[in-house]
């Protein structure tokens, strides 16, 4: 965006489109889909972390006279290692299919072996007691520290370390190494006064969405198959099941149903190939729904970190040198987010020398999945603790050794490009004049504070609007909402076409219906799918022109487009957009604007959070009793979704720093696979989170947006725990900062 | 002449961090840079994304570089 703009819709607060359906209950999500002679599909899964299959036998169950079908790897086409592009990062196809169905081993207590449909779902269920599987059982490796040892049991034989100068003659656990730098790491730890280094670990956690995995499949005897699921990208979905199941696209329709919450976990496949395998040998329509336990025990997590971090500084506050070692659990199949918690660890500075090297390992745990800026709380969660304990060490307050360092327009960054028109610095001043920062604390009261940047991705999107005879419009979008998209999309069309928002409808299209778009992730959608809506309406408003052009005898050039309405330049005609589109028949037809693109110019997102907490010192609870979360939107388009997903990212960060963590007992048996037991924030938990949104336009986006969903999920893990330290005047380095860990800090120190 | 400034990642296949291109356009800075570099390997570098003058590009093919441009590879980026 060049210049400053006048916005007539967008920044209104207007009802969500999808507001009635949610609240009446009318909304289908993925179990909600039953079809004629649809039967009920179950996973049998691994009871052991680690094993060899030995040998399976369904035989048993096939006889069963309520089973219509059993599925075991060996269902699929041959499958063999290859990295194709299903989602926003390559997946390796052979990995994909052996997390899907175990092969020759089961690498996580849960890992999916066979599957069976039955008439119903208690048969189903009951009927995967009587596959028959031999197991060599193995030791299990839980942790990433251990899976990097020479001794560790290796998860896969032919798993050799990339990223080393030459290739290793042993297999091991660790799939790849990463190393960025810039300036002179060695110099920079020789012109430092003071130097921070601190170990730092982060658990294994669930996105916590609230929806289970779900899917409806059926395929008809020409071999056209149709896949309604919960999921964050519906065409990916379908290129993942295509390609397992060597399948065209053309034969496979996938809807994206009402989604009830992804945050990065549900943009791969679990359930839709399987069922689709089911669907065909038993000719029947398939529904599988995953239990909660399921989803913990078997859906990808986010991963577990073991940091080290190193800072050098001068005693002015000036820091010389930043160094990170980070070792990121993958799961049981490589791919953790290692690379992008590199890239971003140190990017909220503006430091000259930079040494990080990252770490990609499996362990015997489910493989990770995205979540939220994947990669980023648990890099930054280490590198703002160990800023905030070197002001600590200095005698500096956090935010001005902050504003002394910020990265901002002109910084080069670590992983590649120098930053544009970035909003840390005004994210900081607006902490700095916040009532929160300015006021007093309490008696066993803390406060902590953290910055937190996350780059946000452009990519393909699709859109179609088409204009009905009376003036309104169906918007019809591929990317899937999972935080209110549909609100922002509505509202950037109304603004370039000058029609009111409640005249478009806007939908979330099939795969029939629409050409590929992305996976909604990576903080994409408002600003890509946005830019793609925009482009459909300009052509909308083209054909606008056109058409008035035509009724007035008068050349396009000679119109405008004021508002809505078309005004001929060469004398006082008007036409409104509900008149030009009421006289479409006589012009040349109904009239539909569509854009393809794949958009460019992602603009990263900072944000800066402060968290009061209050400790009960003889029980070790933290109370969240005041926070603010303040970030850079570029341009609000909906502010109140805008300020819901700060508040989101907040909470989920709140939790992950006080509560969440996978429990596994010593055989790698995951103990608290339910909400009971794996404590998420509840809204009696939490204060009211406050939002500051800061607008430093993207120079990139035709309204200056940068995407907002999951840069506020970054900065809670540090601020959280800095709080909880400073409250107990012990440096937590640990999360989470549960009530058995903080009264353990709390009875060690005194 | 565009520069191009290639990541530690990068650095162990070329040997330097940057070098100066004449290519007008991206495809020709691929064939360019993987003339001049033997050990640079073509389906690493075209699997990455590009930042010309500061904007990310994942899927680049016939942009245009500038002889002022300055151009990073870096890794893909996703997210949750």
Redesign the interface.
């Known amino acids: 965006m060049s210049e400053a703009r006048e916005f007539k819709y967008i920044g209104q607060r207007t009802i969500r489109p999808d507001g009635y359906d949610k609240v009446t209950g009318r909304a289908n999500y993925a179990a909600d889909l039953s079809l004629p002679g649809m039967i009920w599909g179950k996973i049998l899964r691994s009871p052991h972390a680690h094993a060899r299959i030995l040998s399976i036998d369904t035989s048993k169950a096939e006889a069963h006279p309520d089973v219509m079908a059993v599925a075991t790897y060996q269902d699929f086409p041959h499958v063999s290692s290859e990295m194709f592009q299903a989602?926003?990062?390559?997946t390796d196809l052979l990995d994909l299919a052996r997390n899907l169905l175990a092969d020759d081993k089961v690498l996580y207590h849960g890992h999916a072996i066979a599957a069976i449909a039955a008439r119903t779902e208690s048969a189903a269920e009951a009927a995967l007691s009587l596959i028959e599987i031999d197991y060599e059982v193995l030791p299990p490796v839980m942790d990433v520290a251990d899976a990097m040892k020479p001794e560790s049991p290796v998860l896969h034989d032919d798993m050799f370390t990339v990223?080393l100068?030459e290739k290793p003659d042993k297999a091991s656990n660790i799939a790849s190494r990463?190393?960025?730098?810039?300036g002179d790491i060695e110099a920079g730890f020789a012109e430092a006064e003071v130097v921070v280094e601190r170990d730092y670990y982060t658990p294994t956690v669930h996105?916590g969405y609230i929806e289970p995995h779900a899917t409806t499949v059926s395929i008809d005897e020409d071999g056209q198959a149709m896949v309604w699921c919960s999921t964050q990208g519906h065409f990916d979905v379908r290129a993942s099941t295509a390609k397992l199941l060597d399948m065209e696209l053309g034969k496979i329709k996938v809807v994206a149903a009402e989604i009830g919450g992804?945050?990065?976990?549900k943009?791969t496949v679990y359930l839709e190939p399987v069922a689709l395998i089911l669907s065909r040998k038993s000719g029947r329509p398939v529904k599988m729904v995953m239990t909660r336990e399921e989803v913990f025990r078997a859906t990808g997590p986010g991963s577990a970190t073991r940091s080290r971090i190193k800072i050098g500084a001068k005693k002015d506050g000036t820091i010389t040198a930043m160094q990170a070692k980070l070792c990121f659990e993958a799961g049981s199949f490589k791919g953790s987010p290692m690379?992008?918690g590199c890239?971003t660890v140190f990017t909220p500075y503006d430091v000259e020398n930079m040494y990080i090297e990252g770490y990609d390992v499996v362990v015997n745990k489910p493989k990770v999945a995205?979540?939220?800026?994947?990669g980023a709380p648990q890099a930054e969660f280490a590198a703002e603790m160990a800023i905030n304990e070197l002001a600590d060490k200095l005698g500096i307050d956090p935010i001005e050794i902050r504003l002394k360092n910020a990265a901002k327009e002109g910084t080069q960054t670590v992983?590649?490009?120098?930053?544009?028109a970035v909003g840390l610095v005004e994210c900081l001043e607006a902490a700095k004049n916040s009532a929160q920062y300015q006021s007093a604390l309490d008696e066993n009261q803390g406060r902590g504070l953290a910055a937190g940047f996350?780059?946000?991705?452009?990519?393909?999107s699709s859109v179609i609007i088409n204009m009905n005879p009376d003036g309104t419009g169906t918007i019809l979008e591929g990317s899937p909402d999972i935080g209110g998209s549909r609100a922002s999309i509505q509202l950037m069309a109304a603004e370039e076409l000058g029609i009111p928002p409640s005249h478009l409808k806007p939908v979330v299209a099939d795969t029939e219906h629409l050409a590929y778009s992305a996976t909604t992730?990576?903080?994409?959608t408002t600003f890509a799918t946005g830019m793609a809506v925009i482009e459909a309406a300009q052509d909308v408003v083209r054909q606008f022109k056109e058409r008035a052009a035509a009724v007035w005898n008068v050349t396009s050039e000679q119109v405008e487009w004021v508002d809505g309405v078309a005004i001929n330049t060469a004398g006082e005609d008007k036409l409104t957009a509900a008149e030009i589109c009421r006289g479409a028949e006589k012009t040349g037809g109904q009239i539909s604007g569509t854009a393809n693109i794949?958009a460019?110019?992602?603009g990263p997102s900072f944000a800066v959070h402060l968290c009061d907490v209050e400790v009960d010192k003889e029980t070790g609870k933290v109370d969240v009793i005041r926070y603010t979360a303040i970030q850079d939107a570029g341009k609000a388009i909906h502010p109140s979704y805008v300020e819901g997903q700060y508040q989101g990212g907040a909470a989920q960060g709140i939790g992950w720093a006080l509560n969440e963590e996978y429990i596994y007992n010593e055989d790698g048996i995951m103990e608290n696979a339910g909400f009971l037991d794996y404590r998420i924030p509840l809204a009696s938990d939490l204060p009211m989170i406050d939002t500051v949104i800061v607008e430093v336009p993207n120079p990139?986006h035709p309204f200056g947006v940068r995407g907002v969903g999951?840069t506020g999920i970054v900065p809670p893990l540090a601020a959280v725990a800095t709080a909880v330290s400073d409250a107990i005047d012990v440096r937590m380095t640990d999360l989470p900062c549960s009530p058995p860990r903080v009264l353990k800090a709390i009875l060690d120190a005194s | 002449m565009a520069t191009v400034i290639f990541s530690s990642e990068l650095q162990r296949f070329t040997g330097e961090e940057k070098t100066h291109v004449s290519a007008t356009n991206y495809r020709d800075l691929i064939d360019e840079i993987l003339g001049r570099y033997d050990r640079l390997p073509a389906n690493e570098i075209q699997k990455m994304a590009v930042a010309i003058d500061g904007e990310i590009i994942h899927d680049p093919f016939l942009e245009t570089v500038k002889p002022d441009s300055e151009v990073h590879f870096l890794f893909r980026i996703s997210g949750g």
């Open positions: 989602g926003e990062t390559p990223g100068a990463m190393e960025l730098k810039k996105q992804g945050f990065g976990g943009t690379g992008p890239m995205a979540y939220r800026a994947p992983y590649g490009p120098k930053l544009k996350w780059f946000n991705i452009g990519g393909q992730g990576g903080s994409r794949n460019r110019g992602a990139f999951e």
